[in-house]
Structure formats: C-alpha cells, structure tokens
C-alpha cells in the first residue's frame, strides 16, 4: 500500500519495478519517437523504444507514415537500424527475410526447399501505431491503442502558444546526457516547483517563481510562469536568442507540460525543446533534448547574443560555498544542476539511513500526484502487495 502519498523507496532502487514500470507504464502508452522532418521520403525510417518494445517508423511509397515492431516474424532479429534509409524492402540482417514497406513478406531464401508450405502471408510485420501531432511523431505498441488526441485529453490546451511547425531545429544542437538515476526522479525534479527559485537561483531567475500555475490533467502536468517584470520589459535585448515572432510579447513565459509518462515540452519566449525521458535501468536514465528555434540568419543570432550579453553578464548566480568552479552547482547551467541533484539524491536513496521528509504543500504537489498516478498503473503487481 502507498504510504503518506510517497512511492516506496525500493521503487526507484529496486529492479523488480522497473520491469513493472517498464510492462505496465512504458508499453502501454504513447511515447514520443521523433520530429515531422526526422522522416520526409518513403523508405525513410526511425526506430524507438517503447517500453519492451522497440518500433519503427517508416514512411511507405505513397507518402503513408506505417509502424511495426521491430522483429522478424521468422527468428525474432531486429531488422533495422535506429536510423536510416531503405529502397524498397525491408530485409532481416540474419536470413534476408524480405518484407515491403506494407509489412507484407515478399521473399526469403529456398523458400521451395526450406519452407514449401510456408504461407507469406501469415508472416507479416507486426504492427503498432503513429500519429503526428504538433510536429511530433509518437508511437504506441498496440495496433489498435486508444487515440493520441483521447490520450491527451485536456493537456493540449495547455502547453502554451508555440507552432512547432513554424520553427526550425538548432543545427548540431542535440543534448544527450545520461544520468545515474531513477526515471522517476528525472521527472519529479522536472515538475517539482520547490526547487526553482532555491536551486536555479541564478539560472533561472528570469521567471517570476511566485506566480506559477500548474495542475494535472489526467495523468499529464501543464506548467505556467511568466517571466520578471524587469526581464519582460526588456526582453528584445535580455532574450538569449531571436524572440519568437509568432507568439504575442504578452504571451512570452515559460510553458513547461510534463506528458506522462515522461516526455517534457520546454518552451520559452525564444525557443521550444522537446525533453524525452529513457529509462536505461532501475539506476540509470538518458536524457535526449531537442530544440527548436525562430528561423533567423546567423548574423541575426550573433547580434541578439552581444544584445543579451549585458543581462547575462550581470546575473547574480547562487554558488554553493564549498564548490570549486568546476562544480555543477557553480556551472551557469540549469541541466548541469538538476543532473547533480538527482544523482545525489539516488545514492541516498541506497542508504539504510534514508527516510522521506515532509513533502511542500505547493511547491512538491506535484510530485506527490505523479508518484499516485504512477502507483496506480503498478500498484496490482507491486512486490509490496
């Protein structure tokens, strides 16, 4: 049983409940497999995993965007890369099954001698599901899952005022950081609210913390907070980047939703990220950021970069007395601190003296709400019941 709105300790350490979570949460939700522009020509293919389940995206020859489990019917070998291009089929590296972009199997080596009887058409791909939405392709395992937009529900008319389709995506600017700890705790910290105006003290202080809205819908957080006055009033030379042209200046702040089980949507007055959460093990998570940003020419962002310059020179940043400069904590950069933070908090997680404390009533609200939700999707197969 959940005790005092917390998940058990042995949740975020424990193997067994990552196999659950990756069974019972992972495989039977939608996840986020890439952008629009990842796949534009047939034969084009990502690949993804999904919980137990590793999927391909593929556009077929009429434009159609398709998606299957990435096995072979015959021995079970993955047939494709994570990324790429293929003609016309797509072949089995280990036997040279041929299937065509409809999943249908079309040739495979001595069919007459090996498999006379052997009936093609029962040795199709198997199929999952992808939508695109927002300029985001997603995944489902199922075939037949329930709808992404009956999956999103509420949350869309949440997640702040950005046409992803109208920006475009910073080149070489892909962040991929592993971290050692839970899933779980990525994602807490992400929608934990408490944190932000102690730990980012000089990171983030461009928003307005106080003012903050933020509430579930369904099992997805929307996040809301504008920026400071002082930020806002002078935000053509503040912003880091080429302001977003399509967002009115009213509308500027920080839309931070969370999509469960673990995909971030950051954006702000001057670019939009996609923040995708991959549990690797039960002590070990990557993180993948992608980001997009207002098609501008580069002397247009060398310009604003010396325009904001005097702002960011002039932050007054919150150093941990005992960190040398070298120190995440003393780094200027607000991934580099949560980083730290979460795998500090994993190796005291181990520790027989750990023990939870008092949860904020505003500010961790919505960690205690994430940690039922993702109770209720494991609570049935809990080692604890």
Request: hydrophobic content about 40%; glycine content about 4%; aromatic content about 12%.
């Amino acid at each position: 049983m959940l005790k005092n709105d917390y998940l058990p300790a042995k949740s975020y350490t424990d193997p067994a409940y990552f196999t659950l979570e990756q069974e019972h949460i992972f495989s039977k939700t939608w996840a986020f497999a890439g952008l629009r522009e990842d796949i534009t020509k047939p034969g084009q293919f990502i690949s993804v995993q999904a919980g137990l389940n590793n999927i391909i995206v593929i556009m077929d020859e009429n434009h159609t965007l398709r998606a299957y489990h990435n096995i072979c019917p015959h021995r079970g070998t993955q047939l494709l890369a994570p990324k790429g291009k293929v003609d016309k089929h797509i072949t089995c590296p280990y036997h040279d099954w041929r299937f065509d972009l409809n999943g249908q199997l079309r040739s495979l080596p001595k069919k007459n001698i090996e498999f006379k009887d052997l009936d093609k058409k029962c040795f199709a791909l198997k199929a999952a599901s992808v939508e695109l939405w927002r300029g985001m392709l997603w995944v489902h395992p199922e075939e037949n899952p329930i709808k992404l937009s009956q999956w999103l529900g509420e949350i869309v008319d949440h997640i702040g005022p950005h046409d992803v389709e109208k920006l475009v995506e910073a080149t070489n600017d892909v962040v991929v950081k592993d971290v050692a700890a839970n899933w779980k705790i990525v994602i807490e910290n992400y929608i934990d609210h408490y944190h932000l105006a102690q730990l980012h003290a000089g990171t983030l202080n461009m928003y307005d913390h106080a003012k903050a809205n933020f509430q579930f819908f369904g099992p997805h957080f929307a996040f809301h907070e504008p920026l400071t006055k002082s930020y806002h009033d002078n935000i053509e030379r503040n912003s880091p980047l080429p302001l977003i042209k399509h967002i009115e200046k009213a509308d500027l702040a920080a839309w931070v939703p969370m999509l469960f089980p673990g995909i971030g949507l950051t954006a702000s007055e001057s670019s939009w990220s996609v923040f995708q959460v991959i549990p690797l093990a039960v002590d070990k998570t990557r993180i993948v950021i992608r980001t997009k940003i207002q098609p501008s020419s580069d002397l247009t962002y060398l310009s604003q970069s010396m325009r904001s310059a005097f702002y960011w020179r002039n932050l007054i940043f919150a150093k941990d007395a005992t960190a040398s400069d070298d120190h995440p904590l003393a780094s200027e950069d607000f991934l580099a601190e949560d980083i730290y933070v979460c795998e500090q908090l994993q190796r005291s997680l181990t520790s027989p003296m750990y023990q939870q404390g008092p949860s904020a009533l505003f500010g961790e609200a919505p960690v205690r709400e994430y940690q039922r939700i993702v109770w209720q999707y494991i609570k049935a197969y809990s080692p604890e019941q």
